[in-house]
Structure formats: C-alpha cells, structure tokens
Nanobody
C-alpha cells in the first residue's frame, strides 16, 4: 500500500509559479514510477507528467512541456511538480499517482494509487 498526500496548490496570477509536492508513505517509494494528473471542472482527468524510478526518465503533456518540471527525491519519498509561466487554462485539481513499475507512462489506468488532489487556480 502507498498513501499519497499532495500539497502546494493555491491561487496565483497568470505568469506566476507554484511547486506541488506529493509525499508518499511506505519504504518502497523508489520502486514506483510517479505521475501528475489534473482535472478541470467539467473535463476529464488528463495526464500532466510522469517520472521513472531513478528520476532520469520523464515525460510531459504537450500543453505543459517547457513550463513544468517533474522531479523526485527518493530519500524523502517525495515527488515534485514545478510549474512556471502558469496560464488560466492550468486551473485544475492536481493529483499525484503511483504505479509499481520502473518507467514513466501516461495512461491513468496504469496507476495503482492516487492522492486526494490539490487545487491550483490561475487568475488572468
């Protein structure tokens, strides 16, 4: 079992930055690929970014590439999402997820555990 708790969401103006954190329980965090997803009101949950076991392999949705950076600290059981140049269309609840596999993948169905989410609101 892995429990995930997101933090770092909030209200920010367009062009601003936020860093989301996701703290994981358990001693096998380093054996889980981690992902960030988001869901805006009235829309389906969508992939944002993911990172493999070692932190070397990452991937990003086209809409955030170049603006968001995913990273992880296995010693702290934490994955981060640095979000820069935020836009109003980035407004959503952001979820952290874990999958018991080494490589980062996009499909939400591949993930085994989910956090409760943290709200990010970007004002224009």
């Amino acid at each position: 079992q892995v429990q995930l708790v997101e933090s770092g969401g909030g209200l920010v103006q367009a062009g601003g930055s936020l860093r989301l954190s996701c703290a994981a329980s358990g001693r096998t965090f380093s054996r889980y690929a981690m992902g960030w997803f988001r869901q805006a009101p009235g829309k389906e949950r969508e992939f944002v970014s993911s990172i493999g076991w070692s932190g070397v392999l990452t991937n990003y949705a086209a809409s955030v590439k170049g603006r968001f950076t995913i990273s992880r600290d296995n010693a702290k059981n934490t994955v981060y999402l640095q979000m820069n140049s935020l836009k109003p269309e980035d407004t959503a609840v952001y979820y952290c997820a874990a999958q018991a596999a080494p490589l980062p993948v996009a499909p939400s169905s591949r993930y085994d555990y989910w956090g409760q989410g943290t709200q990010v609101t970007v004002s224009s």
